[in-house]
């Protein structure tokens, strides 16, 4: 893929409980306040925007592994995907993914075996509308779906379809990023978003920071918007189970750090652990939001949150599947969509900088409770 400038600004839980505050994210919302969060967002118009404020001419059906295993080229399909030869951080995107999906294959993902047919951690969104109107005309997926659920979904042809409408907005939600949705991701990526999203599943896998706009200064003129935000929740949970070399990953190696030495419980008897065997923690997390596309009328948006911040989306109710889960449950009506990809991103952005503030804000009262004993 063709290298391109980067500018930078600085910058749901099953094994444990949420502390009280701040509240979880993932709350209900009434359809009506949906309707204004959505309807009421700011729209930056045409400004500084001009390159992609109308429909581009651009076939973007080629899928990056079947164009190279057409050229004969050898690997699989994930080393297919993450190879390129004119980005000098390819070598080690390869080897972070390769580890982190050691002991999985594409073949179990088309097949249906084990967790990538079973595990519902996916919530997947494609419509269009030319006139950036109403719902627009949208494909029926049953989110939340499977790793194989989705690698079926987006095999399927994106533009032009003979009985499905375009998928010209697609918006791809993983709770818990795993092997099998990076294969079934890789094996169905298109060749203008492969760079796009190597770098959004590299960068959720290392929690690394980032908050940046990419635009190439060669090549097929495309965008990229990207949001990464590392943090840590303090929370009550039992400690993780150790992971044994060579074991398969079901999800991100994240950072766990035992606080029972702060006695936290003396400082607030009434917020502490609920099960006995449940211990204060510090543990990490990320939110990973990345919009791709070529004009505001053909764009991806990848989101990948670890479960500790939105719980489990196999958990989730129907209800719940009617809001852009990427935007944060009950905060975006689906039917309601923000049209535009730079709209779009800032109310992301908006909704889940907010989230990160909240938690830290309690890690530091906490912190701070803990440390007032001994002074």
Known sequence: ????????????????RALATPKPLKKRASKSKAKSASAGHISFGNSRWAEFSFPRSITDEERLVEARKAQDADGDDLGLFFIDFRD??????????????????????????????SLRKVWLDDRSSPGFEGSGDMRVHENPLTATGLLRALAEKQFNHEKLCNGARRLIYVSDLNPDCIHALAATASSLHARALRSTIYRHLVFRPSVGVKIPSAGCLRFQLELHLPFFIMRGSTPPDKTLHGTVKTKPDRGW???????LDACDSNSGPSEPEEVWCMQEAQISCVVTGTDDWRWTGYGFVDAEVDSELAEATESDMRFDQIAGGGEVEANLPIWRPRDWWIKVYEVRIDQVTGHYENLVHKLNSAFDQYV
């Open 1 to 16: 893929m063709d290298p391109g400038g980067f500018v930078k600004s600085p910058g749901r839980s099953r094994g444990g």
């Open 88 to 117: 000098t951080t390819a070598p080690l995107e390869v080897d972070v993914v390769e580890s982190f999906c050691q002991g999985t294959n594409l073949e179990y993902v088309e097949k249906g075996k084990g967790s990538a047919g």
């Open 257 to 263: 750090t035992d606080l029972s030495f702060l006695r």
